[in-house]
């Protein structure tokens, strides 16, 4: 094994990872540097959400694979060491803001340092302060199905960020919000991002997203592609209208 560049806080070689025998990803590999937002684009299906979930450790990269966090190597890690480093040093958004139903919006922003053993007053007053940052702290007393869906969101970023984690993987963050609420959440979640030094990985197939990001993997039937457009001069309807997809 080579380790990874000191400046990448995530570092993948060579990863592979098939549903049921069908190919999610095919030898995808990167780096992630430290207080970057890295955004992974590409179709429904193209291997985005597998990607992030192999980066964060819930899933083991098939075929030899690597994935490595601060030069330690996640994919040899064991399940109870990933799962607290899931806990301690990464933050996950899902597409829907999956909250508990029976606890208010503080709880559920406290729940990351609650299930550190925080304390339950330290961890309300974190909560409170992310809460505040993310214009939702005059809701931290309401339940869940109380709030509209951009609320409920903002509420789940800042439960990924409470614990002041090394890096947050967004999946499809924005993708049940209407188009004035996306761009509201997005601008929220990075610029907390980047006043706390925070890495996000965010996966999206939509291109207003991806332009708030420093930088833009792309995936296409599970690999890194490039997209090379062809000049149309001298060549047929056929072919002026083709484009190559170049693995790299």
């Known amino acids: 094994m080579v380790a990874p560049p000191d400046n990448d806080v995530l570092w993948a070689r060579a990863l592979h990872f098939s549903h049921s025998g069908s190919p999610a ?9 430290e207080g970057e937002i890295l955004a992974v684009t590409g179709p429904r299906g193209a291997g985005k959400t597998t990607l992030l979930r192999c980066l964060s450790g819930q899933l083991l990269p098939e075929k030899g694979g690597e994935v490595w966090f601060n030069s330690a190597p996640v994919h040899t890690m064991g399940q109870l060491t990933r799962e607290r480093l899931r806990r301690d040093r990464f933050g996950w958004i899902d ?21 550190r053993g925080t304390g339950r007053r330290a961890a309300k007053t974190a909560a409170h302060e992310w809460l505040d ?19 409920r969101q903002r509420v789940a970023i800042a439960r990924a960020l409470v614990h002041g984690p090394n890096v947050v993987f967004a999946d499809e963050p924005t ?3 209407h188009r004035a609420d996306r761009a509201h959440v997005l601008r929220t979640l990075t610029a ?9 990985v965010l996966a999206t197939h939509d291109s207003e997203v991806s332009a708030l ?6 995936l296409l ?28």
């Open 25 to 33: 990803l095919s030898g995808v590999s990167l780096g992630v540097r």
């Open 95 to 115: 597409p829907e803001p999956a909250l508990v139903p029976e606890l208010n919006v503080w709880e559920n922003t406290a729940l990351p340092l609650m299930l």
């Open 133 to 151: 940052r993310l214009d939702v702290g005059h809701l931290a007393r309401k339940r869940p199905h109380s709030l509209v869906m951009a609320e």
């Open 175 to 177: 993708a049940v919000l």
């Open 192 to 200: 907390a991002a980047r006043s706390h030094a925070i890495t996000v």
């Open 213 to 218: 990001a420093d930088r833009t993997v792309a």
């Open 221 to 248: 039937d599970g690999r890194r592609v490039t997209t090379v457009h062809l000049p149309t001069a001298g060549l047929t309807d056929a072919e002026g209208r083709a484009a190559c997809s170049v693995s790299v």
